[in-house]
């Protein structure tokens, strides 16, 4: 029988614990933890490029806001839009648009593909923003949650808070398991492949444009998937969820908690909003409101982390291990030395033995009178 590892086990005991959290948690740390998740879920996505793909992107909140959008359109005026219709439109449209901008911005790398995501979101961030179309800078009212009606039959209503958390977390550990299925399979190693050397797995006779695109269009709809439930829990959109600070805020998420691993992304948003949550709770200290200026703060945990955290908060055990087995090495060493001396081979102590100066007779006299 195939024995569980140690991060599975505190995995699956974390989910258990936020299935748990409705049963005695008050209205308001309900909907901050579906907040949580939610933005998990857009944590991930944007991992799926950084942390396997190697594709720093600064627009992937694009796609995030857009679907907000799209939830917004497709409901009827002051009426509830469906969910089963809704939810997959507004993923496609996503998706499409991740199409159409990593059709175009996969053809540059390195620094040139972070300016050119950039200047794409800004794109439709301008068309939401100075349009009429979008509502402006104000953004358009969701005025109802999306009804989960099949023929009559609800299964459950996003009205309830309850509900919304439980559909929220099912989503979050279907998106997991199904982003850990993916990167397990062939696709996924070709994809790894790619950050590590894509020069080499070109010449294996992988088209990895294509490859990058199927991972772009992914992350697109993934994070569309997030923003359309961000869109229903908040019951508004606006410009705002597409600016390039929400996707550099999403960033920094996924370095926080760990590039390159899908628990990383979700530890690194549940820290960095419960982290946002302890600043701007700061009591006033000499007259001073602590509390106003939190985000100098969190920029300088941040950058605290990213110099002695480089594998993120889901390395640091493996950080404090290292630092507490270098005493124990340093201790083994100096005991194998003995006699010896420190910081030589036994081979450079025999040439230091050869260099010395024989003593003749007169020598050997003068040195036993001093």
């Known amino acids: 029988m195939r024995q569980l590892r140690p991060a599975t086990i505190v995995l699956l005991l974390c989910l258990f614990a936020l299935a748990l959290l409705p049963l005695f948690a008050e209205k308001y740390y309900i909907q901050l933890f579906t907040k949580m998740m939610i933005m998990a879920i857009f944590a991930m996505s944007l991992d799926l490029l950084v942390g396997f793909t190697g594709l720093v992107s600064l627009g992937h909140a694009a796609f995030f806001g857009l679907a907000g959008y799209v939830l917004a359109f497709a409901a009827p005026q002051y009426e509830a839009a469906n969910l089963w219709i809704s939810l997959p439109l507004a993923?496609?449209?996503?998706?499409?648009?991740?199409?159409?901008?990593?059709?175009?911005?996969?053809?540059?790398?390195?620094?040139?593909?972070?300016?050119?995501?950039?200047?794409?979101?800004?794109?439709?961030?301008?068309?939401?923003?100075?349009?009429?179309?979008?509502?402006?800078?104000?953004?358009?009212?969701?005025?109802?949650?999306?009804?989960?009606?099949?023929?009559?039959?609800?299964?459950?209503?996003?009205?309830?808070?309850?509900?919304?958390?439980?559909?929220?977390?099912?989503?979050?550990?279907?998106?997991?398991?199904?982003?850990?299925?993916?990167?397990?399979?062939?696709?996924?190693?070709?994809?790894?492949?790619?950050?590590?050397?894509?020069?080499?797995?070109?010449?294996?006779?992988?088209?990895?444009?294509?490859?990058?695109?199927?991972?772009?269009?992914?992350?697109?709809?993934?994070?569309?998937?997030?923003?359309?439930?961000?869109?229903?829990?908040?019951?508004?959109v606006n410009p705002e969820t597409l600016g390039w600070h929400q996707s550099g805020s999403v960033l920094m998420m996924v370095i926080l908690g760990g590039m390159g691993t899908l628990t990383g992304a979700i530890v690194g948003a549940f820290s960095m909003m419960l982290l946002e949550l302890g600043l701007q709770g700061l009591p006033d200290v000499g007259g001073m409101n602590l509390a106003k200026h939190w985000q100098l703060f969190m920029g300088g945990f941040i950058v605290l982390a990213v110099l002695l955290l480089p594998h993120g908060l889901l390395g640091m055990p493996r950080l404090v291990s290292r630092w507490l087995r270098k005493p124990a090495e340093a201790g083994g060493m100096s005991r194998e030395q003995g006699p010896r001396k420190a910081g030589m081979r036994p081979s450079a102590i025999a040439v230091d033995r050869r260099q010395r100066p024989r003593l003749n007779g007169d020598d050997r006299a003068e040195a036993g009178d001093g």
């Open 91 to 236: 993923m496609a449209c996503s998706g499409l648009l991740a199409l159409v901008i990593g059709s175009l911005v996969l053809r540059t790398s390195g620094i040139y593909f972070i300016m050119v995501t950039l200047a794409f979101a800004q794109m439709v961030f301008f068309v939401f923003h100075d349009t009429e179309f979008g509502g402006g800078a104000d953004g358009i009212y969701v005025y109802s949650k999306p009804v989960a009606a099949i023929a009559g039959w609800e299964p459950f209503t996003l009205e309830n808070h309850t509900h919304f958390y439980f559909v929220v977390l099912v989503l979050l550990a279907l998106a997991y398991a199904a982003l850990r299925m993916l990167l397990a399979s062939l696709f996924g190693r070709v994809i790894v492949g790619i950050r590590v050397n894509e020069q080499r797995m070109r010449s294996l006779g992988y088209r990895t444009f294509r490859y990058k695109l199927v991972c772009f269009v992914l992350s697109g709809a993934l994070a569309g998937m997030a923003g359309y439930f961000a869109a229903a829990q908040f019951g508004f």
